[in-house]
Structure formats: structure tokens, C-alpha cells
């Protein structure tokens, strides 16, 4: 589809939205026709089709009589919502979308969930639209400390999907002991049996603070690089026993890993069935992340978006999200909501932190590029792959 | 002395290969066996309990499901479009040799002594070079073409190698117009080879991964969707219908077993007919 | 310009066709039948190749630019040896110790088949064949789950006592049985065992019985009936096995993943994770370069060496 009629679409989503809806009215002719040019320009100006791709299991599904959030939203706003699931990497997913977005053309979902420094390289590529935020009243619900965070300085093209923090995740039946700290992850007595996470900032996070280096303010490549040798040495050792992604819950579960650099909200999840694997914000500190959602640019179903944000900064409808998933959740009032669902979870200080919990936390300086790159570089020659 | 040496060697050897048959099926019984999995929370790892849910209700995973069916309408069309393009190479093959056969020879062969990550990864770079194409459906389908056309033709030429094409000689000498003969002298002679390098092609287009890999944007076929889902979670889901796909291939050798042997009956009665009614 | 010269010849062929004459027309019609099948592999194999090489020499606009300038950057060559020599390295040794075993655990199934198996042949053959309709991922994901920590193989060891001869054979690694090099090597070579196996029990299923029986006759041992006898005429068959599973399994990348660790990956996992996670194509590129060079120069001179003209 060429550029003008986007453009113009946008200028005039009204106009376009009454002329689908029309020709929808006229029957078989004009059932080809909308098809048609959602076919070419994927769903009209301001339409009513929403596609959201999300990291996986990280909304409240609709099981045990339970509706869940996505059947929810669409009920309440009659939003046609296609929520997929495949963001499982950062750099992997850049590595598919930069294909496109470098040349200008769209990508097929409206709404996606980076972590926040990648969001932050997105915004400063030009890759994403300013989110509809005039339309989102239910912004004003956001927690302070993401109102105009430093990956997004104006605030105006990132809301926060969840928010967490990676800690130290062991299995008590193998390491026969609790953890406390990040230096359990180098004992000898694991050998093998410590897992990493392949997303630098929190593996490298865990390691630079555990060598008293503030994460906040880090700027240089070369205030890092002692904490790379140890990682790097760690790896030659044989220490390590692999670097994953979302999958270290499997080796963690069965026994493969007797403890690993973790999130949050995985940990708790597994909850009740497994009371062996347990989660700790480790004493010299923890990362804290955030996933933010962001418009992709040539998004057209902003009106969609708009009442998705406003659906899921709703405290009540929050409650629900931060119930099942277990992670930080960006939306004021959400913790009034879940005491009245799950007394024992809104006290949780892994998913709503004390002041104790919370001074542990610490959350990534912006790298700037030629930095950042010398981190990924460093980081990609460890991991081996 | 000698013979009871020899027959422990004999028994030695057939417990060996008994063992590799063991060997070979180990993942399989596991795979199988974890389909009737009933797991506890999220992950299938753990043997829990026993359940037929899994199989009662096997396309209850939407994106899996969907991802299937991707792989299958890919299949197809790469197979279909494959599958003409290999025979016709292997036609004109196999008939002469002519100037530069051997070069040609060569090019059908390189696909299958490249490395599949050099072919997938090559590829890719050659879409990413333009902006005609997004990656997609349409990508995956040109490289399993790619890749099947080697395949095909080759599977194709050993089938019908040293046939009499002197009956197509026969036939045209007889009046018979090239479109009629290729209807009944010649298609009819090349069908059963061109079938199962059609059969084959669909297999390898279904099953590939790496280089679909690096040529799928945000397209997920079944491969892809269950690298995706090891990433997180399998569902019992996955062998469940691993398992179905086991079986139906298990039914189809059964089948093809039967009825080659029939065929083959068939051909030996068919030939004089040919020429007889030329 | 090597489309150029594609798109050159095949005006030729369509000029010569039309204006030729009957005679040139005999001459092309083999041409005219492959044209489509060939261009679509000229597109798409010849031209890949040509534009991965010229990937490969080239240096990005910027990090995150999908803009590729051509400079002569040898430099991605020079970092694909020192950065990752230890992946080619791994990458030739694994599939070259799991070639072996393929042979070693291939060739005496085969034999059983071929020269036993007797009405029962192709029902064998077929059992051997059915573990590979299931899924290559899905395979190697249940040997993951096999060869677990606290899986069945590592508990029977343990049972029986056999732990610590596997860890003296370097097989088991601090009770791991997984995430060890054997891990990668051993999924290695099942994952492409059928790919030994059937060329060799194609090769003997094709020996004259008479052959073996007239070397008997001729009071040879067994042994060397078949030394003599059967094995080489098995040659042909193991060399076809050896270069489809030496070929595939130097660029796996699928094996080292799921059941290697941090220092057993392969030159197929750097080439996917700069390629599909860090974006630097050149070096990826470059990477991908070396490995089809390298692969191409071993097989033609196991060819010369060992080869037959009976490959394809």
C-alpha cells in the first residue's frame, strides 16, 4: 500500500472507518472490498481491529471458570483483539521487525511489549508512534516512577505492560541450602548446575552490582569489564550451565539447574505446585526491568489502542492481570484491588515491594549506543554463541 | 569351533542392531508417552498422571493449531510448484546427454552438500537486500522450493533412469502428437517416481526448520512454533499431535508397503499392453 | 552480475530456439524443459550465494541500518577466525566423531537388514525409518528431557554403579549427563544416523548373494568374506552417509543448543545469533562464507580421495 493513502487515512480515519462500514453494508461487494484493503493496509483508520503480540504467558488466561483479560477487553469494548504471543526475545524480535521498520514499511501488530531499553533504541530509531494518550484517561493511574522515565523522556511513546525485577531463582531439593546472595551463583559446590539469563542487562546487572558498581549512572564500557571477566571465567569453568531465556524455568524445575539468574513473576507463578523453587532479591541487589508497550510506526488502529490502554490501567482490571502473572504492576491502586482478591498476595514484597525490597532494586542507566554496542559485543562473546 | 565362534559373532551382531532399533526409538516412546501427560502447572517435564485429555481435545492450542496449518498449506504449495519444476529437469536429464549436463549435474547436487544454515542464512540476505518482498509465507515457500527442486529432480532421474524411451520414438512414429504422447506414454511411466519425490518433498518442506528460520519474519510455521513453545512451555499438546503425525506416516508405509508390491505386479502386466495399443 | 549473466544466456537460448531452426530446437529442447526449474535455482541458491559474499565484504551504514555498503571489509573474515575459530573448530570435530559413530552404529543395523532380515526386510527398514517422522525439534527436545539430571538414563547409572566410568570416559561431566559435549555429539548422531544407514544398506542390498557365497565356498572366513567381499562393495554407501550427515551436522545448530552448554556451541549457533540476534550480517555472512568454502574444499577432496561416480 503506498504512503500518501496511509497518510491520508490517518488524516481522515472517520471518514474512511463510515465508507468501510457502508460498503460493508452493501453486501457481497463490500465484503471484498474492506477485506481487500485490509489486505493492503492492515484494518482501516481508526478501526476496530487491535493486534497486540505480548511475551508469552503474561496476561490472565481465561481457565478454571475464570474470563480472562483479552476476552474481557473485548466484551466491554467490542475491540476485535488478536493477542499473540511470539515477542520471546528482544534482539531476536528487533533482528525481524528492522527488516521492515528500516524501510518503512509497517509491521503487522499495533501494540508490542519491549523491555524498556529497547524501547528506548526503537523511540530513538523513529520506529514507533506517539501512543494515543488524549484518549487514554485512565493514564493518570500510572505510578510515579514511570511517569517520563529516562528511555522515554517525554513520557509520550511507552505505558508500562508489567514491571519486575531479575533476582537469584534456586531449587532447595539441589542446592540443599536458601540463597541470599549473588556470589552463591559462582560456589563451586554448583558447578554446572548455574544458569544465566541471555538478557544481558540482567545477568550483567546482577554481577556489576554484586561488585558494588551502581547500574544507575553506569556509563563506560570499561566500569563493566571486570564484572565480564568474571562472567567469562565462570563460563570457561564450566560454572555455567547454559545461558536461556523464558525456558530456565524447565531446568530449574527439573533439577537440571540448582539456581539461576530469574524473574520475579516466573518464580511465583510456579507458586503452590512446586514449593521448591523459590526466589531471592539478592543482598547486594537486583534489577529492576520494565516491559513498556509501544506503538510500532504506521499503526492505524490508534482508537483500538487507546481503549486497550485505558482497559488495562484500570486498577480493577489490573488487579486481575497482576494476580495471575505476579509481576510489578505500573498501575496505581492496583494493590487495594488484589487485597480484596488474594489478601496474601497484595502482601507479597515480591509483587508489591516494601520500602526494604524496594531500596535493593535498581533499575539500568540509558547506555548510549557505541556503549551499549560494546556491552551486547562483549556479552554475545561469552555467551558463545 | 569354528561355527560356534561364528554364531556367537551372528548373535552378537543381531543384538547390536537389536539395540540400535532400541536406541532409535528411546525419544519416540517418550514423546509418546508424554502426550498422555497430565501436567502439573505449566510444565510438561515432570511424569505426573495419566490422562487421555490431551488426545480428547488435541488442537485445544490455538497458535500450535494454527502454526500446522501453515506448515501444511506451505507444504503444499512449494511441494506442488517443486515437484513440476525437479521433474521436468529430470526429464530432460535423463533422456541425453547435451552440452553442459554436467554442469547441471553439479547445480542440482550443491544444495544438498550446502549446509542448510548456508542456504537459509544466504537467502536472507538476498530478501533483505530489497524491499519487494516482506518476509513471510511467500519467502518460506521459495526456499523450501529451493531446496526441493534438487531433491525432486534427482529423486525423479534415479526412478526413471535407463527407461525405453524408444515408446515416445514408437508412439510419435505412429502418428501420436507430443501432448499425446506425453498424456499416455510418457506421464504414465514417470508417475510413480515423480509421487514419491513429491512424498519426500513434502516431508522435508513439513520437518524444516533452520532455514525456515531465517527466512520466516514473523510467519510461525510448526517447526517454529515449537521452538517458540521450548522456550517457554511444551504443551502435551505437541506430541499429541507429533504422535499423529507418527502414526499416519506409520499407516501410510503400511500402505505404500502393501500396495508397492501390488504395483509392482501391476507394471509387469501393464507393459505389453502399451505397446499394444500403439 | 551473475543474474546478468543468467539473464544473458538465457536470451541466448531463447533467440537460438527461435531462430534457429528445427535442428537448434532439437539441440535446446532439454534447455527449454529445465528453464523454469534452473532459473528458480539460479534466483534462488546462485544468487543468495552471490549476495551473502558480497554481504560479507560489506560494512552497515550504522548499527541498527538495514543499508549495506560493498568496501572489501575483509575485517568481518578476520573477526569471524578470531572470534569464533573455537566454533568452527568444535563444529568440524562433533560432526566429524559423529559421522564415525553413525557408521559404527549404522552399518551393522544396515547389514542386519540387508542380508537377515529376510521377509521381514522392509517391515525393519521401516522401523528404522519411523523415528524420523516426528519431528526434528521435537526429537531433540525428548532426548533433552532422556538424559535430564534427574532423568531415567542418569538414575539407572547410578543404579547400576556406572557413573563414574562414564565421567573417566569424559562421556558424563560432574554428573551431567546433558549440557556435555557427548550430549551434542550423541544428538548429533541420532538425529542424522538415517542419513548413514540407508545409503549403506542401499549399497549392500544391491551385493549379489552369490558373491558372498562363492567366498565361502572358496573356504574364506567369514570375516574375511566380508573384508574382501561385502565391505568394499559397501563403499559407495558409505561414502553417500558420510556426506549427508557430515554436512548437515557441521552447521547444526539445533543439537548444541538444546544439549550443549556455553562452551560447546557450534559455528551454526554463532551464525544464527549474529545473524538473527545481533544483526551483524556481515560477519554472519562471512561466517556462512567459511563454512560453505570449507565444506566445499573437504568434500571434493574426500571425493578425490575415497569418491565414487556413483554420488548422485
Not at chain 1, 114 to 143: C, Q
Not at chain 1, 370 to 375: K, S, W
Not at chain 3, 263 to 276: A, E, P, R, V
Amino acid at each position: 500500500m503506498n504512503k500518501s493513502t496511509n497518510s491520508g487515512a490517518r488524516r481522515n480515519p472517520w471518514t474512511r472507518r463510515e465508507f468501510l462500514m457502508r460498503s460493508g453494508a452493501l453486501g457481497v461487494a463490500g465484503l471484498s472490498l474492506p477485506a481487500l484493503l485490509a489486505a493492503c493496509g492492515g484494518g482501516g483508520g481508526g478501526g476496530n481491529a487491535l493486534v497486540f503480540d505480548n511475551w508469552p504467558l503474561y496476561i490472565d488466561p481465561s481457565e478454571d471458570g475464570l474470563v480472562g483479560s483479552v476476552e474481557r477487553f473485548a466484551q466491554a469494548s467490542g475491540v476485535d483483539l488478536t493477542y499473540t504471543e511470539s515477542y520471546n526475545d528482544n534482539d531476536e524480535y528487533f533482528a525481524k521487525i528492522q527488516p521492515l521498520l528500516g524501510n518503512d514499511k509497517r509491521i503487522d501488530p499495533d501494540l508490542i511489549a519491549p523491555t524498556f531499553w529497547m524501547a528506548g533504541r526503537l523511540i530513538n530509531l523513529g520506529w514507533v508512534d506517539k501512543l494515543p494518550l488524549d484518549k487514554v484517561p485512565n493514564k493518570s493511574n500510572l505510578e510515579d516512577n514511570y511517569v517520563k522515565p529516562p528511555w522515554d523522556p517525554t513520557g509520550e511513546y511507552t505505558m508500562p505492560w508489567q514491571a519486575g525485577t531479575a533476582g537469584i531463582a534456586y531449587n532447595i531439593d539441589v542446592t540443599g541450602r536458601e540463597l541470599k546472595s549473588t556470589a552463591d551463583l559462582f560456589d563451586p559446590a554448583f558447578k554446572g548446575k548455574i544458569g544465566m539469563l541471555t538478557e544481558m542487562r540482567d545477568t550483567m546487572g546482577l554481577i556489576l552490582m554484586s561488585q558494588g558498581i551502581d547500574i544507575t549512572t553506569i556509563s563506560t564500557f570499561e566500569e563493566a569489564a571486570a564484572a565480564f571477566d568474571v562472567l567469562e571465567k565462570a563460563k570457561a569453568d564450566g560454572q555455567i550451565r547454559a545461558f536461556t531465556g523464558n525456558d530456565y524455568i524447565d531446568d530449574l524445575v527439573s533439577g537440571n539447574y540448582a539456581a539461576c539468574v530469574g524473574w520475579s513473576g516466573d518464580v511465583l507463578q510456579l507458586g503452590k505446585d512446586s514449593p521448591n523453587i523459590r526466589f531471592v532479591v539478592p543482598e547486594e541487589g537486583g534489577t529492576l526491568w520494565a516491559d513498556v508497550m509501544v506503538m510500532p510506526k504506521g499503526t492505524e488502529n490508534t482508537d483500538a489502542v487507546a481503549k486497550w490502554l485505558d482497559f488495562v490501567y484500570d486498577p480493577v482490571e489490573a488487579a486481575q492481570i497482576t494476580t495471575y502473572v505476579q509481576y510489578f504492576s505500573p498501575v496505581k491502586g492496583v494493590q487495594e484491588e488484589v487485597a480484596k482478591l488474594d489478601p496474601e498476595l497484595a502482601e507479597n514484597p515480591l509483587v508489591f515491594p516494601d520500602a526494604a525490597t524496594a531500596s535493593r532494586l535498581k533499575s539500568w542507566a540509558n547506555l548510549s549506543d557505541d556503549v551499549d554496542a560494546q556491552f551486547a559485543d562483549a556479552f554475545s562473546a561469552i555467551t558463545g554463541a | 569351533m569354528n561355527t560356534l565362534r561364528s554364531r556367537i559373532a551372528r548373535m552378537s551382531l543381531n543384538v547390536f542392531a537389536g539395540l540400535g532399533l532400541i536406541y532409535l526409538f528411546l525419544p519416540i516412546f517418550f514423546i509418546v508417552l508424554f502426550s498422555f501427560n497430565k501436567p502439573k502447572g505449566k510444565y510438561n517435564i515432570v511424569w505426573q498422571e495419566f490422562t487421555f485429555d490431551n488426545w480428547l481435545d488435541p488442537f485445544s492450542q490455538k497458535s500450535l493449531t494454527a502454526a500446522l496449518w501453515v506448515s501444511l498449506r506451505i507444504g503444499a504449495l512449494a511441494t506442488a510448484i517443486s515437484t513440476v519444476l525437479g521433474s521436468m529437469i529430470a526429464l530432460a536429464l535423463s533422456r541425453r546427454t547435451f552440452k553442459g549436463s554436467s554442469a547441471i549435474n553439479l547445480l542440482l547436487v550443491l544444495p544438498l552438500t550446502t549446509p542448510e544454515i548456508v542456504l537459509g542464512s544466504s537467502l536472507a540476505t538476498l530478501f533483505l537486500n530489497q524491499t519487494y518482498i516482506n518476509f513471510g509465507f511467500v519467502t518460506v515457500v521459495i526456499a523450501h522450493v529451493m531446496f526441493q527442486v534438487s531433491f525432486v529432480a534427482l529423486t525423479v532421474r534415479a526412478r526413471i533412469r535407463g527407461f525405453d524411451w524408444t515408446l515416445e520414438q514408437a508412439a510419435a512414429d505412429l502418428g501420436s502428437t507430443p501432448q499425446r504422447t506425453f498424456r499416455l506414454v510418457t506421464f504414465p511411466l514417470i508417475l510413480p517416481g515423480v509421487l514419491a519425490a513429491a512424498l519426500l518433498a513434502f516431508a522435508l518442506s513439513i520437518d524444516d526448520f533452520i532455514i525456515t528460520f531465517f527466512n520466516a519474519g514473523s510467519t510461525a510455521t510448526f517447526p517454529l512454533q515449537i521452538y517458540g513453545a521450548a522456550r517457554v512451555q511444551i504443551p502435551p499438546q505437541i506430541n499429541v499431535l507429533a504422535s499423529m503425525v507418527l502414526l499416519f506416516s506409520v499407516a501410510l508405509l503400511v500402505v505404500g508397503a502393501t500396495r508397492g508390491q501390488r504395483s509392482e505386479a501391476a507394471k509387469a502386466m501393464k507393459r505389453p499392453k502399451i505397446k499394444i495399443r500403439k | 552480475m551473475v543474474l546478468l549473466v543468467l539473464v544473458c544466456v538465457l536470451a541466448g537460448v531463447v533467440v537460438l530456439a527461435v531462430f534457429g531452426g528445427p535442428e537448434a530446437r532439437h539441440l535446446l529442447a532439454p534447455y527449454g524443459l529445465m528453464k523454469p526449474g534452473l532459473l528458480w535455482m539460479a534466483l534462488f541458491f546462485l544468487a543468495p550465494v552471490w549476495s551473502l559474499v558480497r554481504i560479507s565484504l560489506s560494512t552497515k551504514e550504522s548499527r541498527f541500518s538495514v543499508q549495506y555498503n560493498f568496501a572489501w571489509a575483509w575485517e568481518n573474515y578476520s573477526r569471524a577466525f578470531s572470534d569464533f575459530g573455537g566454533q568452527f573448530q568444535r563444529a568440524f570435530l562433533y560432526s566429524f566423531i559423529a559421522t564415525i559413530l553413525t557408521i559404527v552404529i549404522g552399518y551393522p543395523i544396515a547389514y542386519v537388514i540387508a542380508f537377515r532380515g529376510g521377509r521381514y526386510k522392509n517391515l525393519l527398514l521401516g522401523l528404522v525409518v519411523i523415528p524420523f517422522f516426528t519431528s526434528y525439534l521435537i526429537r531433540t527436545i525428548a532426548w533433552s528431557t532422556i538424559l535430564a539430571d534427574q532423568g531415567p538414563i542418569v538414575s539407572l547409572l547410578s543404579t547400576l554403579g556406572l557413573v563414574d566410568v562414564f565421567e573417566w570416559l569424559r562421556i558424563m561431566d560432574n554428573g551431567k549427563l546433558i549440557n556435555t559435549p557427548a550430549a551434542v555429539i550423541g544428538g548429533l548422531t541420532y538425529n542424522f544416523l538415517p542419513f548413514m544407514l540407508l545409503p549403506i544398506y542401499v549399497s549392500l542390498e544391491k551385493i549379489d548373494a552369490n558373491l558372498v557365497n562363492a567366498a565361502n565356498d572358496l573356504y574364506s572366513t567369514p570375516t574375511a568374506a566380508f573384508r574382501k567381499v561385502v565391505f568394499p562393495l559397501s563403499l559407495p554407501g558409505v561414502f553417500a552417509g558420510t556426506l549427508l550427515t557430515f554436512i548437515p551436522a557441521a552447521g547444526d545448530f539445533v543439537n548444541a543448543q538444546f544439549l550443549g552448554n556455553p562452551n560447546t556451541t557450534m559455528i551454526g549457533n554463532s551464525i544464527q545469533d549474529q545473524f538473527l540476534r545481533q544483526n551483524n550480517y556481515p560477519v554472519a555472512s562471512a561466517m556462512s562464507a567459511v563454512l560453505m568454502v570449507s565444506i566445499t574444499a573437504l568434500v571434493l577432496l574426500y571425493s578425490r580421495l575415497f569418491g565414487t561416480e556413483e554420488l548422485v
